[in-house]
């Protein structure tokens, strides 16, 4: 990703994990998680992610949900994730 986007001006790399950024506190409007999150501990990318927002930033948590309630995509679901699928009732939990 960073090979295919290195070229846009203004934009700046930093080697990081979601739990340990290395950014500094108190600077970012957003911190942003697409179809990532599932791979973090959360509890500590939460904690991160509140210690690098600025006051009044926001944590955007954004994956894609499978419409289950139309039969072929639940069943198309069941068999892609073996019934793993998000529910409305099981939003993610990021600490901090």
Known sequence: ????A???EGVTW???VAEETGLPNDVYDIVVFAQSWHWVDSERAGLEAARILAPGGALAI???QMA???????????????GDVHR??????PGG
Request: hydrophobic fraction near 35%.
């Open 68 to 82: 289950v309630s139309i039969p072929w995509v639940h069943r198309l679901t069941r068999i892609m994730r073996s």
């Open 14 to 16: 930093h080697g990081g």
């Open 62 to 64: 954004v994956w894609n």
């Open 88 to 93: 409305p009732d099981n939003p993610p939990t």
């Open 1 to 4: 990703m960073r090979a295919q």
């Open 6 to 8: 290195s070229s846009i």
